[in-house]
């Protein structure tokens, strides 16, 4: 070991000190206070999705003093069974997404709390996620198909290509953390 390797060179970053590692974690940790404002934005995206349900609720019950046929019925049902969907998927990355990554939410116990968030992990939420897409995307499919008619070849072609994706991306993110987990299953027995 040289004499001049101990020494600092002029222009050389001084390493941290632990006061400063500590405050800089400290605020690292608080970023994730800047996700609440994205939760908030979410709950307000719920309140839209209520009046859209309430809007297509009352296309279908005006459309029973009318002649409505069948078909109509149907896709006005689909649409609210996509809304419902939709505002599932939302409490979903709502209720799940803060308490996994922002705060707890102290519920443990609430007699209402949801049987889902007591084993909601970052790699369970992809899945719930990954399926809740595939249930939104094969109702919109089952729509298109139920009006066929009115559709294009190439809508149908793509609605089918994107749904087919979905499924194989559900795929991938299952065996994903199928893997993880297993590395994880492991290295616990190593230890």
């Known amino acids: 070991m040289h004499a001049t390797d101990s020494k600092v060179h002029p222009g050389a970053a001084l390493p941290p000190t632990p006061a400063t590692e500590r405050t800089l974690a400290r605020l690292i940790f608080a970023s994730r206070w800047l996700q609440a404002p994205l939760y908030v934005g979410l709950i307000i995206a719920q309140g839209v999705y209520v ?15 009318h002649a409505a046929d069948e078909s109509r019925i149907i896709l006005t049902v689909l649409a609210l069974i996509d809304v419902v969907m939709i505002s599932n998927l939302l409490i979903m990355v709502i209720v799940g997404g803060y308490e996994t990554f922002v705060a707890k939410l102290g519920l443990e116990s609430h007699s209402d709390r949801p049987d889902w968030l007591s084993h909601t992990k970052e790699n369970t939420m992809k899945i719930k996620l990954s399926l809740a897409l595939i249930g939104i995307s094969s109702i919109s499919l089952l729509k298109s198909f139920i009006d066929a008619a009115n559709q294009s070849q190439e809508t ?11 499924l194989v991306s559900s795929i991938a993110i299952a065996f994903t953390v199928w893997l993880s987990n297993k590395a994880t299953q492991v290295g616990h027995e190593k230890h």
């Open 51 to 65: 009046v859209l349900f309430a809007k297509e609720l009352w296309h279908l019950v005006m459309s029973l003093t």
């Open 156 to 166: 149908l072609m793509w609605q089918s290509i994107i749904h087919v994706i979905f």
